[in-house]
């Protein structure tokens, strides 16, 4: 038995064919309807299940609310939300804990398994891989707009409908493609993700900017000044490991974007890319391959 790090939870090795996968996570809301919040806050938990090609077995609930200013029957809709993905996860919520708080958070404990030899990490790309992203960027952009009721109906709708997708059939597709490294793209947004798995990996990565996939809507919300000012820090303390080129500032913090509950990024093998694509795509899934690995030290070429 032992322990040893996944994306962002911890691994416990029970046997030669065992290992239990467990990671917290929770949120502030990015939504206006509670369901839809309690929702985006559990697909957001279970996703580092999945990045670490995990299955979740069972989970908690984390509550932190405001009982003077907020209805109890308002909690009841996000914990119902959360009650549905877990149930489109196949997995349930068996408790939790609930504190007061004076700004509502919700969001999950998760306990999963993974095989020992399959267990995908952030120190696991290797030279020569092609990197398939499982999800359009775009959702802190869009969150913003959402708060400052500046985002089309259409628009908030598809970024819900993103966040709310769970990261099984990537996780599952990162697998068969023969994957070792993975990551979610969550608060650090795609520059500080991949950034951070570069450098562990001890490889660099080459991005086409072109083909990284964004939801409708994200770059016009993102040029009228819908910018997160976690996009904007994240951009700041990713910007030494990248080399930007010709590409100017709007597209470099679409790039580190601030994203919630985003997609799995994943190299795999050049020979095993247009399978893992086709089975993407196949699921509903807007995924893109992005880019490429080669031996280096963590640094991210735009072209």
């Not at 509550?63 to 009841?76: F, H, I, Q, R, T």
């Amino acid at each position: 038995m032992g322990t040893a790090s996944g994306d962002d939870g911890a691994v416990w090795r029970l046997d030669a064919d065992r290992a239990l996968v467990s990671t917290a996570d929770f949120i502030t809301p990015v939504v206006d309807d509670a369901r839809s919040w309690g929702r985006v806050a559990a697909a957001n938990s279970v996703s580092d299940i999945y990045a670490m090609g995990g299955r979740p077995l069972f989970a908690l609930n984390l509550v932190c609310w405001n009982s003077e200013a907020l209805p109890g029957e308002m909690l009841a809709e996000v914990l119902a939300g959360g009650d549905e993905i877990a149930a489109a996860a196949g997995f349930p919520i068996v408790g939790g804990h609930t504190i007061d708080d004076p700004e509502p958070k919700y969001g999950l404990a998760v306990t999963g398994e993974v095989h020992p030899d399959r267990v995908l990490t952030n120190t696991g790309l290797r030279p020569d891989q092609d990197l398939i992203l499982s999800k359009p960027l775009g959702i802190g952009v869009i969150t913003t707009a959402v708060k400052a009721d500046l985002a089309p109906a259409d628009v908030a709708g598809a970024a819900i409908d993103s966040m709310t997708r769970l990261n099984d059939v990537a996780s599952r597709v990162a697998l068969d493609g023969g994957a070792t490294g993975c990551t979610d793209v969550t608060g650090f947004g795609l520059l500080g993700h991949l950034g951070r798995m570069t450098a562990e990996s001890g490889v660099d990565a080459d991005l086409t900017v072109g083909a990284v996939p964004f939801l409708a809507g994200a770059r016009a919300l993102a040029e009228a000044g819908m910018i997160p000012g976690g996009t904007r820090r994240n951009l700041a303390w990713i910007a030494p490991q990248i080399d930007a080129g010709t590409h100017d500032e709007n597209e470099l913090l679409l790039l580190a974007d601030a994203q919630t509950s985003g997609g799995l990024v994943f190299g795999v093998d050049p020979s095993m890319t247009a399978r893992a694509l086709a089975a993407l795509e196949a699921t509903g899934h807007t995924a893109g391959v992005i880019g490429r690995t080669r031996a280096g030290s963590g640094r991210i070429r735009l072209r």
